[in-house]
């Protein structure tokens, strides 16, 4: 099956699989609902802020491609939105847990899937979700990629492949903390330095001012 997703379309359905499995009581979604879901700040990266129009293209397009189905409740004046991610890629809860995060935050390492999709299933330790990880890379189409070890990261990442190759973008290594130090105190430095001129500049203006003041009292 070969389905490939924008952006948008990806956090719209990665945050309907996650509030059917961590609030299923308010699950499906209003349009006010999951507009929301998709603007929160955590356990999103990165941190979007759409329009109510964006997320209703996004859906359109889902309902086209057979992923989103907008349905009417008797105890709900306006329509609401359910996914139909597992059947349509025939995964089972624990595989569609670890794409669902990997989908809302992006390429992670096995531990941070662990850590951060536990959420959403219980699994048994790493190698549960590296052996997830494994079946999901030999699907076909494959649906998750091992990325390049990046600079200064001891352990590779994983991403989702439905919306193609992802982009790979090298992150610098993180500062230690001498070079922090360093730059912390050139910065400090530079900002003194440009208080003395300010002082500086400050006195010379009080001289000026004195010396105009003087000369204007003689030709009064």
């Known amino acids: 099956m070969d389905i490939l997703l924008n952006d948008i379309e990806v956090r719209i359905l990665g945050c309907l699989i996650e509030k059917e499995i961590t609030t299923p009581d308010y699950y499906p979604l209003t349009l006010n609902s999951l507009t929301n879901a998709c603007n929160q700040k955590s356990n999103r990266s990165p941190v979007v802020s ?106 590779p990442r994983f991403a989702h492949l439905l919306s193609g190759e992802p982009e790979i973008r090298e992150e610098g290594p993180a500062l230690s903390d001498e070079t922090a130090t360093i730059r912390v105190r050139t910065e400090n430095e530079r900002i003194a330095k440009l208080e003395d001129e300010i002082t500086a500049l400050r006195r010379e203006l009080d001289t000026l001012k004195k010396e105009f003041i003087s000369l204007k009292s003689q030709f009064e």
């Open 50 to 155: 759409y329009e109510d129009t964006t997320v209703v293209r996004g859906l359109d397009s889902l309902r086209e491609k057979g992923l989103v189905e907008k349905i009417y409740k008797a105890d709900s004046r306006v329509p609401k939105y359910q996914h139909s991610f597992p059947q349509k890629f025939t995964l089972s809860s624990d595989y569609v847990a670890v794409l669902c995060e990997l989908m809302l935050r992006g390429p992670q390492t096995v531990g941070e899937i662990r850590n951060r999709a536990e959420r959403m299933y219980p699994f048994g330790g790493l190698q549960e979700v590296e052996e997830i990880l494994n079946r999901l890379m030999e699907k076909e189409p494959p649906l998750v990629v091992k990325l390049p070890r990046q600079t200064g990261r001891k352990e």
